[in-house]
C-alpha cells in the first residue's frame, strides 16, 4: 500500500517516477552477482508496481530502458561512453516527463547525490508541474514542504545539487536563473497541495 495516493489523485494523470542510477548503492546483503545498476532497476520496477497496484499510473525511465541500454552495450557500433552519459538519456527522459502531469522522486539510496534526479527536480519545477517525493522505506508520499522538514539534511542537499546544474546544455529548455537558488524558492514555485494529509493510515510512527 502507498500512503498517500490522494495528493496524486486530486492530480490525476501521468507521474513520472525519478530514480537513481549510476550512483545508486545497493542495499547491504544484496547479491554482487548483480551490478549496481541492475540492483536500482530492480528496485524502483518494485516501487513502480506498488505504485501501479495502488491506483497511480507512473512511468519509470530506468525501469523502461535499463535493459534497452545492456543490449545497446553490446553493440560495437555504439559509443559506449556516450551510451552512458547523460547527455544521451536525459534528452529522451525529457520528452517523457515533459508530457506527465506530476513527478514523484523515488527516495531510494543516493537520491540526494543524483545529478540527474536534480535536473529533472529543476525542469519539472520551473514547469510549474508538482513533484512529490517517495520514501520506499515507509511506503509513503510527501508534498515538498513535508519532505523539507523530514528529510532536512539530504533536501537540502539535493536543492544545492539541483542550483549547482541548473543549465546543461544538452537539454531543449534550461532551468530559469532563479530557480533552486534557495529551500524557499524552490518551496514557492513548486508547493501545491501541502495541507493534503494523504489516503490510508500508515503504519505506527509514519507520519501521514
Not at 3 to 22: D, F, H
Not at 50 to 55: A, V
Not at 97 to 102: A, L, N, P
Amino acid at each position: 500500500m502507498i500512503y498517500g495516493v490522494n495528493k496524486i489523485s486530486a492530480i490525476g494523470g501521468v507521474g513520472y517516477l525519478a530514480s537513481p542510477y549510476s550512483k545508486f548503492v545497493p542495499r547491504e546483503g544484496c547479491s554482487d552477482i548483480y551490478s549496481s545498476y541492475d540492483w536500482a532497476s530492480h528496485d524502483i520496477e518494485k516501487i513502480a508496481g506498488d505504485m501501479l497496484i495502488s491506483g497511480m499510473v507512473v512511468i519509470s525511465p530506468i525501469a523502461s530502458s535499463h535493459h534497452i541500454e545492456k543490449h545497446l552495450a553490446k553493440n560495437p557500433n555504439v559509443d559506449q561512453g556516450y551510451l552512458k552519459s547523460h547527455a544521451f538519456w536525459m534528452p529522451i527522459d525529457e520528452r517523457i516527463y515533459d508530457r506527465c502531469e506530476y513527478a514523484v522522486i523515488a527516495m531510494m539510496d543516493s537520491w540526494e547525490v543524483s545529478t540527474g534526479m536534480a535536473i529533472e527536480f529543476g525542469q519539472i519545477t520551473a514547469s510549474g508541474k508538482q513533484v512529490m517525493f517517495f520514501d520506499p522505506l515507509n511506503s509513503t508520499l510527501y508534498n515538498i514542504t513535508e519532505t523539507e522538514k523530514k528529510y532536512p539534511e539530504k533536501f537540502t542537499a539535493f536543492l544545492m545539487l539541483a542550483a549547482q546544474n541548473v543549465k546543461p546544455d544538452y537539454l531543449r529548455s534550461s532551468l530559469p536563473d532563479q530557480i533552486a537558488k534557495t529551500h524557499t524558492t524552490i518551496t514557492m514555485i513548486a508547493k501545491s497541495g501541502e495541507d493534503d494529509k494523504g489516503g490510508g493510515t500508515p503504519p505506527a510512527g509514519v507520519p501521514a
